[in-house]
Nanobody, 119 residues
Framework: QVQLVESGGGLVQAGGSLRLSCAAS????????MGWFRQAPGKEREFVAR????????SYADSVKGRFTISKDNAKYTVYLQMNSLKPEDTAVYYC????????????WGQGTRVTVSS
């Protein structure tokens, strides 16, 4: 089992920045991908960014490329999502998730942290 706890959400004005954190525990993450997803009101949950624990390769949704950066701290078992140039359409509940590198489905999810961007 992998336990994930997000933090760092809040209210920010458009153009501002926030950094989300996802603290992981339960087992070693060396064979896992860590992802950030978000769900806006009335919309389906969507992929935001991913990082592979070993090697650190990353991928991003087109909507956040150039504005968001996913990173990790190996010692702290924590994944971050640095969000810059925030837009009102970034308003959502952001979720951290984990999946083994051999599967497509993310099996472990955090409780979510709310981000609200005011115009």
């Amino acid at each position: 089992q992998v336990q994930l706890v997000e933090s760092g959400g809040g209210l920010v004005q458009a153009g501002g920045s926030l950094r989300l954190s996802c603290a992981a525990s339960g087992r070693t993450l060396s064979s896992y991908d860590m992802g950030w997803f978000r769900q806006a009101p009335g919309k389906e949950r969507e992929f935001v960014a991913r990082i592979r624990w070993i090697g650190g390769s990353t991928s991003y949704a087109d909507s956040v490329k150039g504005r968001f950066t996913i990173s990790k701290d190996n010692a702290k078992y924590t994944v971050y999502l640095q969000m810059n140039s925030l837009k009102p359409e970034d308003t959502a509940v952001y979720y951290c998730a984990a999946r083994h590198v051999t599967v497509l489905k993310y099996d472990y999810w955090g409780q979510g942290t709310r981000v609200t961007v005011s115009s």
